[in-house]
């Protein structure tokens, strides 16, 4: 028992406390399976509680006891050898993991999450590249593990680096990896990687050379598989390396024979095939046509794809000033604002929920229309909104909002861009065509709240713009909704009426 | 594996099945952290690193099980702060 009384002080750095009251009447194996079996059902409750707004925050604290008792069961198991190694990984990784986590601003949040996942299957790889290299050396099973953990964990790193590389704009796609024969390529590297990981179990090769093609040509793969896909599709691809990463943990339990591992791990790669599932239901993309489809109309729009860039292709554009928006809004009944990235760019949910709250205290009914893959994310406005204290009840999604849109008055669409294109509906030539939008095009007046004409993160050119009901209102999000609340504070909007009659 | 092989099949056949029930449908208010956390739990790899640790002999793999330690553990750690941070912004509607 000395063993996991000096365990707990390491568990506990991780959450809290582990049931150490009824674990010494046990027999050590016995402790150790019931560590394990405890560890599994609060992973499955915790993930389970996830899917609930009322008990996510709990859950996620389950979670992560869970995983603070399966380390507690493991080190039971085999002890403490090896301890200062155990504590320079958990004081170099959980330190930058808490200063990361803290400083990272909401707006950044899929780009840090596509980097967790990166590092965890950079982990899975280097734990199978290690066990590979262990005296005892590998039965069959442990060499087909082995290679199934460094394949997968290679792509699952290299691709979630890629993923945050373009979220962040820090890369773009290259015009030359649009060309079809980059799935020669990306089929070629795969045809080495599994001959690599084949010749290890068949004894083809020498396990170092084997090994090292294997990762080099895993590695290639990810980014081969990542790079020509669009940045409007990243959240899909993100949610599947999330997948991916939990499969390489399958395949790192098969190599230390943790069945617990094997567990969660299952449970992680199904919980991010649903995810990737809902989000290209709600794009009406095939995951298919996501993975090998290329860049939207990413030949149209050179790097980035961003604002940066005049879009000559379109006439007819109405551009007004903020005081007009303003007097528009004044005389509505209903506002509905559209958010997209560009709010969480220019940071202003507070801004927004500012102008609703003067809105609503002159009797304007408001509401959010919410685009299942508005921003970067899904969900990813519920968070920003959420932060900004927007009621939940008037975030609402988009099969709900859409009827709604012909007694709107005034729309505001701020830095959302493909998800309000009324071509997706009506344009079979566009790239777009057949994804759900929010119909903004049915509205009274539509203000489109925008840095410039640029194309949106899929490059695709936009006719809403052109409509006559549409105005553009140029400028940064946060600056012209403060203009939008000081205009209307001049109008006497949300003045308490005294004596009003 | 402490157990054969077609023992650990079925772990994992049955893990994916538990992944898929479990989180069926979710409200798209909580994608997003549910992203997060569950790629937090894909951080369990942690496990894995320690029992490297613990079964080397020399010192290079040591050092190899502790850096795979220390990325699996940046994954864990930020994983369940960073999901932790998200969902705290929707306490203020828990009733």
């Known amino acids: ?53 009322r008990t996510a925050r709990s859950a996620n604290g389950l979670a992560a006891v869970a995983i603070a008792v399966a380390v507690a069961g493991l080190l039971l198991e085999q002890g403490l050898v090896g301890w200062p190694w155990m504590l320079l990984g958990l004081l170099a990784g959980g330190g930058l993991g808490t200063l990361v986590a803290y400083r990272v601003p909401m707006t950044s949040m899929p780009e840090v999450v596509a980097l967790f996942n990166g590092c965890g299957g950079m982990s899975s790889l280097l734990v199978a590249l290690g066990a590979a290299a262990l005296p005892a050396g590998l039965d069959l099973l442990g060499q087909i593990s082995v290679s199934a953990s460094v394949l997968v964990g290679g792509v699952t790193f290299s691709g979630s680096l890629v993923a945050m590389a373009k979220l962040q704009e820090w890369l773009a796609t290259p015009a030359w990896m649009l060309r079809p024969q980059r799935h020669a390529v990306n089929i070629g590297l795969a045809l080495v990687a599994l001959a690599a990981g ?13 090994l090292a093609v294997l990762t080099v040509a895993s590695l290639l793969l990810g980014i081969g598989l990542t790079l020509p896909i ?48 809902v989000m290209c239901t709600a794009m009406n993309r095939s995951l298919t046509s996501v993975l090998f489809g290329g860049a939207l109309g990413a030949g149209a729009a050179p790097a980035g794809g961003g604002d940066a860039g005049e879009d000559p292709g ?54 959010y229309a919410i685009h299942p893959v508005a921003g970067r994310m899904p969900g990813h406005m519920n968070v920003l909104l959420a932060e900004a204290d927007v009621p939940y009840e008037q975030l609402i999604e988009m099969e709900t909002i859409n009827p709604d849109f012909p007694r709107t008055d005034v729309v505001i669409v701020l830095g959302a861009n493909d998800v309000v294109n009324p071509q997706a509906k009506n344009d079979p030539s566009s790239p777009l065509y057949g994804m759900p939008v929010l119909e903004v095009d049915q509205a009274r007046s539509v203000f489109v709240v925008k840095r410039s004409l640029g194309a949106g993160y899929s490059g695709v050119r936009n006719g809403l713009f052109e409509l006559p009901q549409t105005s553009m209102v140029f400028g940064d999000a946060k600056a012209v909704l403060q203009q939008l609340t000081a205009e209307l504070r001049s109008l006497g909007v949300g003045k308490v009426p005294v004596a009003a009659g | 594996m402490n157990g054969s092989l077609s023992e650990a099949l079925w772990v994992l056949l049955l893990g994916s099945l538990l992944g898929f029930e479990l989180i069926g449908k979710v409200p798209p208010t909580l994608h997003t952290p549910l992203m997060s956390g569950a790629n937090a739990i894909s951080g369990i790899t942690l ?36 999901t932790d941070r998200m969902l705290a912004m929707f306490r203020r509607r828990a009733s």
Do not use: W
């Open chain 1, 198 to 210: 084949a010749a290890l179990p068949l004894g083809l090769l020498a396990p170092a050379p084997a």
């Open chain 1, 314 to 367: 379109y006439s007819r554009i109405t551009s007004c000033s903020a005081e007009e928006c303003a007097l528009a809004l004044e005389a509505a009944e209903r506002v509905v604002f559209v958010p997209g990235y560009g709010l969480a760019v220019a940071q202003a949910q507070h801004s927004l929920k500012e102008l609703a709250r003067l809105l609503e205290s002159a009797g304007i009914q408001v509401a």
């Open chain 1, 230 to 277: 669009g940045g409007a599709d990243m959240p899909v691809v993100i949610s599947l390396l999330n997948s991916y990463s939990g499969v390489a943990a399958a395949a790192a339990g098969f190599v230390v024979g943790s069945q617990l591992l094997v567990v969660a791990g299952a449970m992680v790669g199904a919980a991010g095939l649903i995810l990737t599932q």
């Open chain 1, 1 to 53: 028992m000395a063993a996991l009384i000096t365990a707990l002080p390491t568990a506990s750095l991780l959450t809290v406390s582990v049931p150490t009251a009824t674990l010494p009447s046990l027999s050590l194996p016995t402790a150790h399976l019931a560590l394990d079996l405890g560890a599994v059902l609060l992973l499955a409750l915790g993930l389970k509680g996830l899917s609930k707004v």
């Open chain 2, 47 to 82: 496990l894995a690193a320690l029992a490297l640790i613990g079964q080397a002999a020399s010192p290079g793999l040591r050092l190899v099980g502790a850096v795979a330690l220390g990325f699996a553990l940046f994954n864990v750690v930020g994983g369940f702060l960073v």
